[in-house]
């Protein structure tokens, strides 16, 4: 058999101590990576580095201001568009409540870990800092002329004005608010993406500025092609219909992850802690920096926390294991 497991017909007491001595070894390994506490000790880390960077830390007047103003010669002290997005205050508007949700997500998510908080509301706390990572660093991200940042601005600005509207109740100050967004992305001369109407004809949508991009495309941009299994995956634990894997995970499922339950849901948190770093690092060079910038060395440790934590790197502990536990040299 594979990996030296003995034949269960022929030899069931090697392969009954074969599967004890495996458990063990799992044991040892789960114990010697880092706990979810660990974890939680790195995304505070992070969160108060952003803080530090962005705010000059919690106690300041700065971490009051809203919308949250760039410092002078900041990337995002913008021209931005002349009636749409005047010196950049449509997008200072629209990334303050997404960069502040990042923080707060953070420090949630750590808050919650760090006290061994319920496996399920840490994960869907996960997708709740992943939606709020990857819109701040797709409306963050460098390199934008104003225009494209102004797109982006006015893209989610709108979805988010759409959907209130459709709660219900008085509508009257975001439809004139709607009015008026149109008005001025026309006046800047934004050309409007098109859908079908209901008799199926091609028509001016001017909730949107094309091109049209979905909300699937924008996780890919930031975070590539795995970023909709991960969103997919934290989104079913909010809905409370978790998938296989993760029931598994959760102790939901009628076999539970034993030892390394910690591990495997520390693995769903590594591509919403990525979409945080990118939302960090954008903002910092949007912004500019009123504190300590974020290091490059903490963000490092960060990620080799994760690394380390969601077994990502068992192999390496794995070997420092038998480096220790190796009998001595004759």
Known sequence: MSDGMPDLASDPEGFLLWLRRGAAEGRLLASARPSLEDVAVALLTLEDSLTEALWGGRET???????????????????????????GQL???????????????????????????????????????????????????????????????????????????ADGGDASELVEQQARLRRAAAADKFIFATKRNGNGNLVDDPNTIAPR????????????????????????VTHGQERTDLQFIL?????????????????????????????????????????EPISDLGIALVRRTLQLASGLADGEIREQLSSEHAPPAS
């Open 251 to 291: 102790g939901l499922a009628p076999m539970g992850a034993g030892p390394h339950a910690d591990s495997y849901a520390t693995l769903w948190l590594v591509m919403a802690v990525e979409g945080a770093i990118h939302a960090a690092l954008y903002a910092q060079e949007f912004y500019g920096t009123v504190g």
């Open 213 to 236: 991009v979905s909300a699937a495309s924008v996780r890919a941009h930031v975070l590539g092609k795995d970023a909709e299994h991960a969103w997919r995956g934290l989104s079913s």
């Open 61 to 87: 007047a700065r971490f009051d201001e809203h919308p949250l103003r760039p410092m002078p010669g900041a990337r995002g002290a913008i021209a931005g568009t002349r009636n749409l997005n005047p010196q």
């Open 91 to 165: 997008t200072l508007e629209v990334a303050d409540g997404y960069i502040t949700a990042v923080r707060d997500h953070l420090n949630g998510l750590a808050l919650l870990a760090g006290v061994d908080g319920p496996r399920r509301s840490v994960l869907a706390l996960a997708r709740t800092l992943f939606e709020a990572s990857v819109h701040a660093a797709y409306l963050l991200e460098p390199e934008l002329d104003d225009r494209e940042r102004t797109l982006r601005s006015y893209n989610f600005l709108m979805e988010g004005v759409r959907q209130e509207i």
